[in-house]
């Protein structure tokens, strides 16, 4: 079983649409959480991180359910724009080494 | 800007041939990853090093691979002999982590990536 698991997609979606991503984790000791995007070709770039009280930046939300060792999130009002690949990383523990899941494609069409 | 600077970006070689990657981490980030990207395997971590030492390198083969940080301003990673199978996108990543800090918000930056292509 892998580290970090998402569902690889791709999510086709209309814009202004809300779409959510979950991914799991394997080990209960994990520390820290984050969402990363990656553009065609780029490199990944930090989104936001995952809070234990959930957190929201504009659009986005993010949630960690601990219990279930899972992470969602969570797009509002879909943008051309965000049409990415999103992975979700995890710490852990011990020495902030930073596992990646696969990532999930969301194309957003207009 | 601080950016994390990775040599070269895109890198053609043969089969058998030695190929080093290079990355200049940001100035005064303490700790280095090197990850490997493919289709088929998304982003594997293959070393890290913390303030120059490497930490855990479990993810990368070791009869073939070697990565090193002679200064702190330089990480190498090196293939030889290379093999087609080591064709994928190398990112470089630094970060900055205090002693003694859980490391809830630690960011790492990455660099543009090597396209590695072994023929």
């Known amino acids: 079983r892998k580290e970090v698991e998402q569902d690889p997609g791709p999510f086709n979606v209309p814009e202004g649409a809300t779409v959510a991503f979950n991914c799991t984790y394997s080990?209960?000791?994990?520390?820290?959480f984050f969402w990363y995007r990656q553009d065609c070709r780029k490199e990944p770039k930090l989104l936001m991180s995952?809070?234990?009280s959930g957190n929201e930046d504009g659009r986005f939300t993010a949630q960690l359910n601990r219990a279930s060792q899972y992470i969602s999130l969570l797009i509002r009002d879909s943008k051309l724009s965000d049409s990415a690949t999103y992975l979700c990383?995890?710490?852990?523990?011990?020495?902030?080494?930073?596992?990646f899941g696969a990532g999930t494609r969301l194309a957003v069409h207009p | 800007d601080a950016r994390v600077t990775q040599t070269p970006r895109d890198k053609v070689t043969e089969m058998g041939q030695e190929v080093t990657m290079r990355c200049q981490p940001i100035l005064g980030h303490n700790t280095v990853f090197w990850y490997r990207q493919t289709m088929m395997q998304g982003l594997e971590l293959l070393a890290y090093?913390?303030?120059?030492?490497?930490?855990?390198d479990s993810g990368m083969p070791k009869d073939r691979f070697s990565a090193e940080m002679p200064d702190a301003t330089l990480a190498t990673l090196k293939i030889q002999p290379s093999e087609p199978r080591d064709s994928a996108v190398y990112f470089c990543?630094?970060?900055?982590?205090?002693?003694?800090?859980?490391?809830?918000?630690?960011?790492?930056?990455f660099g543009q990536g090597t396209r590695l292509t072994v023929v």
């Open positions: 990543a630094s970060s900055n982590r205090a002693r003694g800090v859980v490391p809830m918000n630690t960011e790492a930056f």
């Open positions: 995952v809070y234990s």
């Open positions: 090093f913390r303030n120059r030492a490497p930490l855990d």
């Open positions: 990383v995890v710490n852990p523990g011990g020495y902030n080494k930073l596992i």
């Open positions: 080990n209960s000791a994990s520390q820290s």
